[in-house]
C-alpha cells in the first residue's frame, strides 16, 4: 500500500511543474535556468512566507525564511563553472536581512553574525548586517568549486536562529535544482515558494 502511495505522488508530482517529492531534485518557478549559457538566475525571497504565516496562524513565529524554507530543509544545487545570478529581495515587514554564499557550519560552532571576510568567493549582500525593508540586491558569481555551502543571513543572531538553506555545486549536472529534505520541515508550518 505505501509503494503504491509513493507511486501515485511521483505521478502526480511529474504531471504537475512545480510539485516534488522530499529528496527528489525539482526546478521551482525562482530558478531560470539556461544551460547553453551556462547561467542560472535564482530569485531569493527573505522572509516570503511570512504573510503566509500570519494569515494561517495570525501569530509571529520566530521563522525567518528563504523563499518559505530555513535550517536547511531546501539546497538548491547548481553546475560547477556556472555563473550565477541571484536577485534577493528583503520581503520581511519588520527586519533587515542579507545574503551570502558561506562555509557549512554546525550548529554548535555557528557565529553570531557574519562578516564580509566569512563570504565565499567574495559573494554577499552590501551592507552584510541587513538590506532594508523591500530593497533589493544582485548578487553574481561563478560557482568555482565543487562543495557545499550555506546561503544564509548575516545579520546578527540570524544565522544561529536557522536563517539558512543549503547551497550546493556539483559536476556533471545539467541544470539548477532545488532539493527538499523533508526530515527538517515541521508539517505545521507551510510549505516555501513552489
Known sequence: MARFAHLALLAVALALPGIALAGEPFVPSWIKNDPAAKTVAIEIVADWNQVERFRRDNIR????DFNGYWGGNLTIVVPADWSVKIEFINGSSSFRHSLMVTRVYAQSEMPVKLTAKD???GVYTDPPEGIKINERRQLNFVAQQAGSYFLACARQTHLMDGHWIGF?????IEQAVAIIDETKFPQEQPPGHP
Request: glycine letters at 0%.
Open 61 to 64: 513565529t520566530d521563522i525567518i
Open 119 to 121: 563570504a565565499i568567493w
Open 168 to 172: 550546493e555545486v556539483r559536476e556533471s
